[in-house]
């Protein structure tokens, strides 16, 4: 009954690759995020969904797509990794303006 | 510089202390937010306070807002060392439904 879930867990990949993650809440929320927190914990937002509508797009790197198939998926893509991208990446979901429900982290490392 | 950002960086403490860390943010807000972050995990939401609200307790926490001076606390009383942790301030500048995280203050208690 694991509220927001993402997989993989870990991603080990070289540069220049492309990968998917995965991220399912059933809580249903309308909103759901992706994060970026670095080697120092730096928390940065990324992409924001409400009701499969884009409504925040951080200035991130156009390598980065949210796709959201449905309300209660929003996967992340990224085209042609780059060593900068290794980092943690976590999903979470909320109601807007509530509290945010958080996924366990996918940790990204890129070689 | 982000919006909110934690004070100190870093806190040790002895099992049984109480432990305060401080948030500043720069626009006007909404709402604030405290997550707690343990090594390895999500974010878990703790407590939301209003703009209009001052103090707010959640068990042994204590969270105070001064919107005069942009700033909040965070106040665990009878520290243990179950919450060995990062805490993160969150808030919503202008009220635009954009959550933007500090820092964190890394938490160290000590048994």
């Known amino acids: 009954d694991t509220a927001v879930s993402q997989t993989p867990k870990y991603l080990v990949t070289q540069m220049g690759n492309d990968k998917s993650i995965k991220c399912e809440q059933n809580?249903?929320?309308?909103?759901m995020y992706w994060y970026k927190q670095d080697s120092k914990k730096f928390l940065k937002i990324m992409f924001s969904?409400?009701?499969?509508?884009?409504?925040i797009n951080e200035t991130v790197p156009n390598r980065f797509s949210p796709k959201s198939p449905d309300k209660a998926h929003l996967n992340l893509h990224i085209n042609s990794l780059e060593l900068g991208d290794s980092a943690v990446y976590f999903c979470?979901?909320?109601?807007?303006?509530?509290?945010?429900?958080f996924g366990p982290g996918t940790r990204l490392t890129v070689t | 510089s982000q919006q909110g950002e934690e004070d100190p960086q870093a806190l040790s403490i002895q099992e049984g202390e109480n432990a305060t860390m401080n948030c500043s943010y720069k626009?006007?807000?909404?709402?604030l937010q405290w997550y707690r972050q343990n090594s390895g995990r999500g974010l878990v939401h703790l407590i939301l306070?209003?703009?209009?609200?001052r103090e707010k307790h959640s068990g042994r926490l204590r969270v105070t807002l001064d919107t005069s001076k942009k700033s909040s606390s965070l106040l665990i009383t009878a520290s243990r060392a179950a919450d060995t942790a990062s805490y993160f301030c969150?808030?919503?500048?202008?009220?635009?439904?954009?959550?933007?995280f500090g820092r964190g203050t890394s938490l160290i208690v000590h048994p």
């Open positions: 979470a979901s909320s109601r807007i303006t509530y509290e945010q429900y």
């Open positions: 809580l249903g929320h309308d909103t």
């Open positions: 969904y409400n009701n499969k509508e884009l409504i």
């Open positions: 626009t006007s807000i909404n709402n």
């Open positions: 306070i209003r703009s209009n609200e």
């Open positions: 969150a808030t919503d500048p202008g009220g635009s439904y954009i959550p933007t």
